[in-house]
Every structure is written in structure tokens, then in C-alpha cells.
């Protein structure tokens, strides 16, 4: 079966740094494109960056360009979204998910 788990949200100052983890099992993680999208309560999900194993440069929204990075590493699995210079706005509910749409749990950001 495919798994997503995320982790690594937390309450943060306006101005610092999380990074996000997703540990992937159940599918080739080396030949899928991800994403990683956010929700908050009442509002669309959200697409937030994008990574795609054919090489492409990864893509991020725009809101976040300069302070979100997609790095991921196929040893272990593993995507990441590093975030900087986090803002208020970007308070939400973070999900990596797979190139069909599959969703892990989430992890809370919340900037404060």
C-alpha cells in the first residue's frame, strides 16, 4: 500500500525555519513526481511546490518563491519542503502527496 507520512510542523516566530519531512513507501519514490500542497480550515487546498523525477527544476508557487525549497533524497524515501522566512499566512496544514492525488495525514504549521 502506498504511505505518506509527514512530519516535522510546529509553532514557529514570523521570520524562522522549518523543514518538512515525508517518508514514502509502498510505490517507486524515485520515478514519481510530488507535491506538496497546504490547507487551511474553510480554504481549498492548495498547491504549494512541485518536484518531477524526469529532472525538470522544481516549481513552487509563487507566494513562496525565494523562501520554499523541494529537495527530496531516493535513499531514503524521503521528500522535504524547507521552509524560510516563514509568515503568518503561511499557517496551515501541510501534505506531501503523489502525482494520483494521494495524501498522507498532514502536519500543522503554525507561524505566530
Known amino acids: 500500500d502506498v504511505q505518506l507520512v509527514e512530519s516535522g510542523g510546529g509553532l514557529v516566530q514570523p521570520g524562522e525555519s522549518l523543514r518538512l519531512s515525508c517518508v514514502a513507501s509502498?510505490?517507486?519514490?524515485?520515478?514519481?513526481?510530488m507535491t506538496w500542497a497546504r490547507q487551511t480550515p474553510g480554504k481549498d487546498l492548495e498547491w504549494v511546490a512541485s518536484?518531477?523525477?524526469?529532472?525538470?527544476?522544481?516549481s513552487v508557487t509563487p507566494s513562496v518563491k525565494g523562501r520554499f525549497t523541494i529537495p527530496s533524497d531516493n535513499t531514503k524515501n524521503t521528500l522535504y519542503l524547507q521552509l524560510s522566512s516563514l509568515k503568518t499566512e503561511d499557517t496551515a496544514i501541510y501534505y506531501c502527496?503523489?502525482?494520483?492525488?494521494?495524501r498522507g495525514q498532514g502536519t500543522q504549521v503554525t507561524v505566530s
Open positions: 502527496q503523489t502525482d494520483d492525488g494521494t
Open positions: 509502498g510505490f517507486s519514490f524515485s520515478n514519481t513526481d
Open positions: 518536484i518531477s523525477k524526469s529532472g525538470a527544476v522544481p
